[in-house]
């Protein structure tokens, strides 16, 4: 049983007043487990027909699904590794799927890392417009990177500033913002009771000043109209209600609006934070009443007369450089690019997102699809366009089961032998190695041996 702190749970009986026993049993029974299927790499039909494990649908996910994490180990799994899913706790998933997010648009995830909701809001852009991951840890934005890599996005700007920065050169630029703010994380006391450690430490008042700080500026980078979703995975009010009270006190061309509803979903309650009647359209996902952990979501939009003055800077000026020999391994490939939104840096060869604007002095990990180095008289692709090709997208593909061994020596970086009648129409030069259809990275072929060239810090140990 978990030790919850005395004061906590003060407040909580006080809030919940007759929930409170159920929500206390609720610490009682064990956390559940969930994957969020990559719908741009495939369909939630397909991946139940495949799944190597038990998996059971999450009700108000549209592509959410638990899993048993007493028996089944995903992240080992090569589909894993293919970026077919994301490991996330199912109501952790809820912010980004009641985002809406049409292709084409400005996307900023404010707080991103490690990547679980900065991963579903780029398949949603599918490609188009620009999806802006920030963290102002570098460490944890280099796993952020990671995961929107593996991902398959294609259309990435990583980046680790603080929202002062960011707001400075984004004013008013944003079509869809997603806060998840950094937060106490009283409702992820029975994913990881070590979060109780750090809220002992800290506190609701240290994690609310935070708040404070960073919600103007993500007010100030949306565009006149867009939306702003705002959450947390903490219960109390301070972190909450109270948050948004402010915020539309503060700001009056801010609304809350409707977020698409659940059975169990709570509204937000007014009487917590001054009694404005519109915080019943927050929600509040509650353990004793979800099979999942404690969040809370606030969607609002702008209205059109906001009188901040847009970012007016013009595009990056693309110098595609020497990349003849990129459009030679393009023949293979099967993608509509447009050369204009190629840069070359140095020998890396980029693929600029369409709606990024000049950003010199910005501290970023990645601005564009990395599509690989151009080296002399060749094209070395990348890890990263790798992970963004679909299935049917190249024609130079080696492609084993599953369960096939050299799948999990091809992910630890060891060379593998195939036969001829596995190698199909090809017979040597680079090839891209996939597990069922789904690539994992790129390899060299040479008389039946695949020279490994899986990138090395991904390699299973």
Request: proline share 5%; with cysteine.
């Amino acid at each position: 049983m978990i030790q919850l702190p005395v004061t906590f749970e003060e407040r909580m009986r006080e809030l919940l007043s007759d929930e409170y026993d159920r929500f206390c049993e609720s610490y009682e029974n064990p956390r559940m487990y969930g994957l969020r299927v990559n719908t741009g790499k495939i369909t939630c039909s397909r991946f139940e027909r495949i799944a190597p494990f038990e998996i059971k649908k999450i009700p108000w996910i549209s592509n959410g699904y638990y899993y048993d994490g007493d028996k089944a180990q995903p992240a080992k799994h090569p589909y894993y590794h293919a970026g077919l899913y994301y490991l996330q706790e199912p109501s952790a998933m809820t912010p980004a799927d009641r985002l809406d997010i049409e292709p084409g648009e400005a996307v900023l995830d404010l707080c991103a890392a490690p990547g679980g909701k900065a991963t579903e809001l780029g398949v949603k852009l599918n490609g188009c417009g620009v999806l802006v991951a920030n963290d102002i840890s570098s460490s944890r934005a280099k796993a952020l990177l990671k995961n929107i890599e593996l991902f398959g996005i294609r259309n990435p700007f990583v980046v680790s500033e603080t929202p002062a920065k960011l707001a400075s050169y984004f004013p008013g630029f944003f079509d869809k913002i997603l806060l998840d703010a950094p937060c106490s994380g009283e409702g992820m006391f029975r994913k990881d009771a070590s979060v109780i450690k750090n809220y002992q430490s800290c506190g609701v008042d240290y994690y609310a000043k935070i708040q404070r700080d960073i919600i103007p500026y993500a007010v100030r980078m949306l565009a006149p109209g867009g939306k702003l979703l705002y959450s947390t995975c903490t219960f109390s009010p301070k972190e909450n209600e109270c948050q948004i009270e402010w915020l539309l006190s503060a700001y009056p061309e801010m609304k809350l609006i409707d977020i698409d509803g659940y059975e169990g979903f709570d509204a937000g309650h007014p009487d917590w934070a001054g009694g404005n009647p519109t915080l019943r359209k927050c929600v509040h996902i509650w353990p004793h009443r979800m099979d999942g952990e404690g969040h809370f979501l606030a969607l609002l939009q702008k209205d059109m007369s906001d009188t901040y003055d847009t970012y007016g800077g013009g595009m990056n000026s693309v110098n595609s450089g020497d990349s003849e020999y990129f459009f030679e391994f393009a023949k293979d490939l099967n993608w509509d690019v447009d050369s204009r939104r190629l840069e070359l840096r140095g020998e890396r060869l980029y693929y600029m997102p369409e709606r990024l604007y000049k950003l010199s002095g910005m501290r970023f990990l990645r601005n564009g699809l990395l599509l690989g180095e151009c080296r002399k008289k060749r094209f070395e692709p990348s890890q990263a366009l790798a992970m963004a090709i679909k299935p049917g997208e190249y024609s130079r593909v080696i492609s084993l089961s599953q369960d096939d061994i050299r799948v999990v020596k091809y992910l630890k970086g060891e060379t593998i032998s195939v036969s001829a009648g596995e190698t199909g129409d090809t017979v040597k030069g680079l090839i891209l190695f996939c597990v069922d259809g789904y690539p994992l990275g790129w390899g060299k072929l040479n008389n039946g041996i695949i020279k490994n060239k899986y990138h090395q810090g991904w390699r299973l140990m």
